[in-house]
């Protein structure tokens, strides 16, 4: 199997943000849910809106760009 970029998934207290997706994006988040959950041995997917935190938490985290701009503030 192939190596995901997520890894487990931390639990924390969450902040509610209402946001919509266009269909195919969630089609992508849950069927990327369904491959996390067998990559890391939960015994069911998370849902979207769980697997959607930690990805953007990592495309923060790795965009350089943002990373510069963000040393100059």
């Not at 015994?43 to 350089?64: C, N, Q, S, Y």
């Given at each position: 199997?192939s190596?995901?970029?997520?890894?487990?998934?931390?639990?924390?207290?969450?902040?509610?943000?209402?946001?919509?997706?266009?269909?195919?994006?969630?089609?992508?988040?849950?069927?990327?849910?369904?491959?996390?959950?067998?990559?890391?041995?939960?015994?069911?997917?998370?849902?979207?809106?769980?697997?959607?935190?930690?990805?953007?938490?990592?495309?923060?985290?790795?965009?350089?760009?943002?990373?510069?701009?963000?040393?100059?503030?």
């Open positions: 199997m190596k995901l970029r997520l890894g487990p998934i931390a639990d924390d207290k969450p902040v509610k943000l209402a946001i919509e997706l266009p269909g195919a994006l969630h089609r992508e988040l849950v069927a990327y849910a369904d491959v996390h959950a067998k990559a890391t041995g939960l015994a069911e997917p998370l849902a979207p809106e769980k697997i959607a935190v930690p990805m953007i938490e990592r495309f923060i985290a790795t965009d350089r760009g943002f990373a510069s701009e963000r040393r100059k503030v």
